[in-house]
């Protein structure tokens, strides 16, 4: 009566440290998932504003020298955004944003308005390619 007692509390250790070890697998799989999907958005994100940024001092280049073609700006280190225009009404901006591991590609299509010399350029689209 002894041994079965002991067997009994025995399988129920083991069934209650199995579902407990599976239940912590389980919150940490999820927590690994949700920090690599924020790392992700995060890096995402960061690469669409340094985009933006770039397509904006290209804008300001082209206002201010229509001939203006391509440049290579660095934020920093691991920053490094590639800015190529092509085309004369429209113009046609490709944005290749690189952050840490991550590369993002980017095309604009610009409109420009001359009034004498004056280049004022409006943005037509901006799209992730």
Known sequence: MQ???ASIALMSILIISAFTLFLVLTMSEI?????????NTSTQNESLYGAEGCLEEAIIR???DPTFASETITYDTNKICEVTATGTNPITVNVEMSYDNYTENYIAELG???????HNIHLNSWEEL
Do not use: F
């Open 112 to 118: 420009i308005i001359e009034d004498g010399e004056a």
């Open 3 to 5: 041994n079965r007692k």
């Open 31 to 39: 927590n690994v998932t949700r920090s690599y999907n924020y790392l």
């Open 62 to 64: 082209l206002e201010q």
